[in-house]
Structures are given as C-alpha cells and as structure tokens.
C-alpha cells in the first residue's frame, strides 16, 4: 500500500518520477505528489493532487524541469481522509525537508502532542507527517541531516518506508525501511529507489534490498548502507532482475487484468517447465536439511489472504489427498491472534503474491517464534516472506500489475499441484505410476488453459450483457469447487462493486437458498467429479425455485447443460488441477462485467494490490 519513489541523478527529475508512480500506481491511487531539490534553491519544489496520478500529471507545468534529486508517492489513506493536504510528500514548515511515507507511525498521537508542544505546527491529518517535523526537529538541534534523519525514525514506533530530502543535503536521498518494502536500483551516476522494482524496470536490472531497520544514503554516484541502532555501514550485494520492463506493460490489451488472464498459459508452462524434471518435482530452492524436515512434518498450517487464501483452500484438498498430511488453512489476520498451537513438527506455509502483505509477515513472525518450519510460496523476488520464511518456493507468474489478482493464483495453484506430488513422492505414500500419469496430465494444463480462454471468451461476453445489471450473485461449489466459487465471487465483488457471495454448495440448504428467486443468477462450478451428482442435486433445488443457472462443466456434459442458462466448459481433468480451469471463465465473467459497468478494472476503488498495513 502507497507507492514511493526516489531518485538521485542528473536527469530531469520530474518525468523519472511520474514514470516510478505510474508502475506503483496500483499500490494506492487516493492522491500521489512529488516533491525536488535542484541544489541551487534551499525551498524544495512540490506538487501533490488529490485522486489518480492523472490528475497530478494535469497540474505539472510543462515547464517544470528540476535536475536533481527527487521523490515521489502515490497514497492508500490510512490516517486522514484523501485529499490534497493530507497527500504526500509532507513538507515542514519552511519547505526544506519532504518526506514520503509507506505503512503506520503507531505512537503517532504522542509525537505530534510533544512536537505541537515545542510550536511546531502540523498541515494535515496524517501520522506521516511527524516524521518530516521530527526530522527537521532534530536538524535544528544537530545540524547533521543523516543522524537527525536517524534519530527521528528511531523515536518511531511501528512498520513503515520512508524516502525523504532535504535542502542541507541537495544531492542526497534518504531511505528507511522496517517491514515495508524498499528496493534501490543501481544505475550508471544515477540511483533510484522504490517500493517494488516494477518502478525500476526502464532504468536497471541491479537492486539492493534493505533489511529491516536499515537506511540508506543516495547520491548520484554513491548508495551506502547502515544499520539504524549501530550507525555502522553494512556490506551489501546487489541482486540481478529478471522481469523485463515490456511484461509490466499492456501489450496492446486494454486492461492489465485482461492481458495477465491470457498470460495464464504462459504462467502455467513456466511453472511446469522450472519444476518437472523426469517426472520428477524438483525445488532449486530447497536444500536436502530442508527436504528432510518435510519428510517429517507432522500438520501443514497455510496462512494467506484473500486470492492467496483461496489457493491454500484448494492446497489443502491437493496436499491431503496425494501427501496424506493434514492441513488446516487460515486467514493470516486471523491465524496471527490465534494463539495456534505450533511446534518444530509443523510446517506453516506462507501463500502470497507480494512477499509483503502485512497480516502474512505477522504470521510469519509468529509461525517461527513458536518453532515452526515456515516455507513462502511467494511471487517477487527478495520480498520481505521470500527473505523470512525459512524456505522459499517461487511462484514464477512474472510482474502482476492488476490489481485483481489473476495469473498469480494460477501459478500458486500449479505450484502447490506440484508440491502436492512431491510430498507424496518424497514421503512415500503416492504411488508411481499415480504420481507419473498426474505429471502426465500436468504437462496438459497450459493447453487446457489456452483452450478454455479461446473457446469460451464470446459466450462469457454473452452472458455477462445478460446479467451484468442484477445487484446479486451467489457462486457454488463443492470439494475443489468450493475454493473456486470463493474466488470467483471475490473476483467479482472486487472489481463489479456488484455484491457476490462465494458457498460451499452443501450449505444453501441451511439459510442462503432463502435467497433463491427468479432474479438470482447463480455460478454453479460443477465439473464431473466424485461429488458431481451431490451438486446436480444443488442444481434441482436452486432451479425448483426459479435461480438463474450459470454452470462451469465439462465439455459434453449435456445434462448440466440441460439444466443451464449458460454452460461454460472446460477439458475433462483430474480434480486436482481442476481449479486452475474452472476459475478461468469467472474471471472473464468478472472482467466483462466490470467493463460493461464502467469500472475501473485495474484499480477498483478503496483497494490497493500490496496491503502493507495490518
Ligand atoms: C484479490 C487480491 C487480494 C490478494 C491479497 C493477498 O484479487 O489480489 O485478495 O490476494 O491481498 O495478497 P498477497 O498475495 O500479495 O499476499
């Protein structure tokens, strides 16, 4: 949540920091500002605009050209409502120290109460705020910008980024990171910093990642890094970028979310052709200590959230049916509270897309205080969850820049579809040719994938006209349905701002069929299964009152066709990868709806795609 950037170099600042924003923009779009020195004026030039970055871009004079230093941000409110006053960077009174703030100042009330004390005088609502007073609070009585930008964060309490400038140190960026993220791109008499490396792409593939509670000083040609308690500098090793600037562009698509849905194939190709070697699942990050202590695990714990939390759902049917291990999943904000009882036989598994989210870290600290064996199943590289857990598997689905997470769930789902035969195969209860035809068929996926989006993109188009006015949506399922009929209603909640509501199908007997009338359309995810005829059963019911039938089946199915409005179809396969195909159609539908309605799909409102507050 909130995006920052920075930059120290001799470009025109302006335009390098617009560029940062608009890659983070998905961080946060309630207002965004930047702020620059030139190294001639001791006043630092801002300009800052409540709403999209588009707004901002509209106030910025042609004429404005800074060579410099900068830094910029695009906000998710936290404290303070969004406008203008409240957006970032925050300035002190004299305009010559700005601050740009990601995450929660927790003891914010009583710093501000001691500072108004003292006669300083606050503009907005927000706790960021505090930390640029402090600093300059602290210049005043040092007179050394570094250890007065110290000595404030170290009166601070809570997880949060800082990037900030000051007049007394024209060339220089300050950085500031606990449990939030911050990369810095090296360039060639230049430096950059950001909250992810999407920002960094255009301008270089070498990054640095601070620990927590380290900061670190910027200039054109030099980046040094130190330990805030110690001041002592710290070595550092500046790790090598994979993603291309292009993936984290459109394409052509007019939408993010529509471009990563078809990238899906792709995703599940990548995730295959990494693992599989000679039927076999292999990790390139797990050693053999960390292979020994899965075979011995006695209870697997999946904490996430939201899309994430969907995939640990269906891990668990995946890992319990071919791994025999009990799993129990929960939301991570839920599960950190939980007082869990964990021991060094369990093994907590950490499912997220950002390595960042705040209520997954928590966890994530509590899992290995206790003694557990904490693996991350992560997305970006170097994320904070990646750096933490004991272990790390990633999830290759490449930069996901839409908001609505849709190419990342597929990659965790076939991630964790492989994990699930490797726990089997390592721990000797999958039997070979049982684990053979799986990889057989996991081979297949991506075509199925494929063929799932081409043939049935129209009739997805078709049924969303149909229904994309009605205010409600129910979503059914059952086994591995059950996950997907969570995902597809938060899908489509999230970017319809149409209420959607995901249920074990089993449950509508007991309260929401009351909900059934000739208005309701209904996602029925029904492909054939186990439990296939228990859900034709479902389908009676919901039909003997009137609900519209929207069925995800499998081709040829003609009887769950039969009982359809629209049947939307997908290959017949094991149940195992069943949810990497049945929630294609959702997203389209979700898609589809969202446009018809003049959403915003890639930035719906109030959301943000990395939560970094609790
Ligand atoms: C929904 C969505 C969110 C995220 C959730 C967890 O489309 O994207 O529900 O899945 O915020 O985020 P990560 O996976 O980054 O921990």
Request: charged share 25%.
């Amino acid at each position: 949540m909130c995006g920052i950037v920075g930059y120290a170099g001799d470009k025109d600042v302006i335009p390098v920091l617009l560029k940062g924003l608009q890659a983070l923009e998905y961080r946060g779009y309630d207002s965004s500002g930047v702020a620059c020195l030139n190294g001639k004026d001791s006043r630092i030039f801002s300009i800052k605009e409540e709403g999209k970055l588009e707004n901002l871009r509209a106030r910025i004079d042609g004429d404005s050209k800074i060579k410099g230093i900068g830094i910029g941000h695009t906000r998710w409110a936290t404290h303070g409502v969004p406008n203008q006053m409240n957006a970032h960077p925050h300035l002190d009174e004299k305009e010559q120290f700005a601050i740009v703030h990601n995450g929660i100042i927790e003891n914010y009330v009583q710093l501000r109460a001691e500072l108004e004390e003292k006669g300083i005088h606050f503009k907005s609502d927000t706790d960021s705020e505090i930390a640029v007073q402090l600093w300059q609070y602290e210049f005043a009585q040092s007179q050394d910008a570094q250890e007065a930008f110290r000595k404030a964060i170290l009166q601070m309490r809570g997880r949060f980024a800082f990037v900030g400038i000051c007049h007394d140190a024209p060339g220089h960026v300050y950085v500031f990171r606990r449990s939030n993220p911050i990369v810095i791109g090296l360039g060639k008499e230049e430096n950059f910093v950001a909250s992810d490396v999407t920002a960094l792409l255009d301008y270089t593939k070498d990054v640095v990642y601070l620990d927590d509670n380290e900061y670190a000083v910027l200039s054109a040609s030099s980046v040094e890094v130190y330990n805030l308690e110690t001041k002592e500098k710290v070595d550092f090793k500046p790790t090598k970028i994979e993603w291309s600037s292009e993936q984290a562009q459109k394409g052509g698509y007019p939408h993010f979310m529509l471009k990563e849905i078809y990238e899906q194939p792709a995703v599940v190709d990548a995730v295959f052709n990494k693992r599989v070697v000679d039927h076999m699942v292999e990790w390139d990050t797990l050693d053999s200590k960390q292979e020994e202590l899965l075979k011995q695990v006695h209870k697997i714990h999946i904490v996430s959230c939201g899309t994430a939390y969907h995939a640990g759902l269906a891990s668990k049917y995946m890992i319990e049916e071919n791994a025999r291990i009990s799993v129990e999943v929960s939301v991570s904000s839920e599960f950190r509270y939980s007082d869990p009882i964990l021991d060094k036989n369990d093994l907590v598994i950490l499912i997220s897309q950002s390595g960042e989210t705040a209520d997954t870290l928590a966890a994530l600290s509590e899992a290995k205080e206790r003694g557990a064996f904490t693996l991350g199943i992560v997305n970006v590289l170097g994320s904070t969850i990646a750096r933490e857990a004991d272990a790390v598997i990633y999830t290759h689905a490449g930069p996901e820049i839409g908001v609505a997470s849709t190419k990342a769930y597929i990659a965790q789902l076939m991630t964790m579809a492989l994990f699930s035969i490797y726990l089997g195969q390592l721990r000797g209860v999958l039997k070979e040719d049982r684990s053979k035809s799986l990889i057989d068929e996991a081979a297949e996926v991506s075509n199925d994938v494929k063929r799932v989006l081409e043939s049935q993109a129209e009739l997805i188009k078709k049924c969303s006209k149909e229904f994309y006015e009605r205010k409600d949506f129910v979503y059914l399922g059952r086994g591995y349905d059950f996950p997907t009929a969570l995902e597809g209603a938060l899908k489509f909640k999230e970017i319809t701002y149409t209420h959607a509501h995901g249920y074990a199908a089993g449950e509508m007997k007991h309260g929401p069929i009351a909900l059934v009338d000739e208005n309701l359309p209904i996602i029925c995810i029904a492909p054939q299964s186990k439990i296939q005829e228990k859900m034709m059963s479902n389908i009676e019911e919901l039909r003997a009152r009137k609900g519209i039938i929207i069925s995800v089946g499998t081709e040829g199915d003609t009887a769950l066709k039969e009982k359809s409005a629209y049947m939307f179809e997908i290959p017949a396969i094991s149940a195992l990868f069943s949810p990497i195909l049945t929630v294609l159609p959702l997203q389209l539908l979700a898609y589809h709806v969202a446009v018809l309605n003049g959403r915003d799909v890639d930035k719906p409102r109030n959301l943000a795609k990395s939560v970094t507050v609790e």
